[in-house]
């Protein structure tokens, strides 16, 4: 079975450009997460899509979005990049069910962003 | 304000010994802990997960325990193995709040041979 797939791997953009990321889910999981790791902050939550259908945002500004397909697979767009948006983005896909994650949460390898 | 907090940024522990590592949160609506494993280049991996009505979770060499008037867990690996060199990431969920993880910033391990 496919794990979830991001791409691209590594990209470098300069400030004030947009960059968009794409995720392809695992086959048959329905919700699509995305997470920023930074060195100085961890793992933080920036949506989460179901169904094509935002269902959770985090505490990003305007600048990052996202969407959904009707077959799961993902993107998320930041506008106008700054340096600090350098991080490590990472997908995560699980079955979508309601209720507390329990573990289910199966993250790709990320695509890491360098803003110049 | 970080409610969930690693405040040891890394460990290093000999082969075979046992390596601990610590997790507070803050938030009472926190039940559901979890701990994810990342290699540099890979992500992050589900490692063990507890329940609020336990205490305890065992899984091999992986033990999670949870102390809930402390706001407290730790990840026990015993024996440590030169292939547990990570960095461990605790998560906390909430039920019924908005169905996303809260992680620390997360344990760098480093088990020496």
């Known amino acids: 079975k496919a794990g979830v797939t991001q791409t691209p791997r590594y990209l470098i953009k300069t400030r004030g450009q947009q960059v968009t990321l794409s995720c392809s889910p695992i086959?048959?999981?329905?919700?699509v997460s995305w997470y920023q790791q930074t060195p100085g902050q961890g793992l933080q939550f920036l949506f989460e899509?179901?169904?094509?259908?935002?269902?959770n945002k985090g505490n990003f500004p305007g600048r990052f979005s996202g969407r959904q397909f009707s077959n799961s697979r993902s993107e998320m767009n930041v506008s106008t990049l700054e340096l600090g948006d350098s991080a490590l983005y990472l997908c995560?896909?699980?079955?979508?069910?309601?209720?507390?994650?329990?573990?289910?949460?199966?993250f790709g390898e990320g695509s890491r962003l360098t803003v110049l | 304000d970080q409610q969930v907090k690693q405040n040891s940024p890394s460990l290093s522990v000999q082969e075979g010994r046992i390596s601990i590592l610590n997790c507070d949160y803050t938030?009472?609506?926190?039940?559901?802990f979890l701990w994810y494993k990342k290699y540099p280049a890979e992500g992050p991996t589900f490692l063990i997960s507890i329940s609020s009505i336990k205490d305890k979770n065992e899984d091999g060499r992986f033990t999670v325990f949870l102390n809930k008037s402390a706001k407290h867990l730790s990840l026990h690996i015993v024996p440590s193995q030169p292939g547990d060199s990570a960095v461990y990431f605790c998560a906390a969920s909430a039920t019924g709040g908005s169905e996303k993880l809260v992680f620390g910033k997360g344990t760098k391990l480093t088990v020496n041979p």
């Open positions: 938030n009472s609506m926190f039940d559901y």
């Open positions: 995560a896909s699980r079955t979508g069910l309601a209720g507390p994650i329990t573990g289910e949460l199966f």
């Open positions: 086959s048959g999981h329905r919700s």
């Open positions: 899509y179901f169904s094509e259908t935002q269902r």
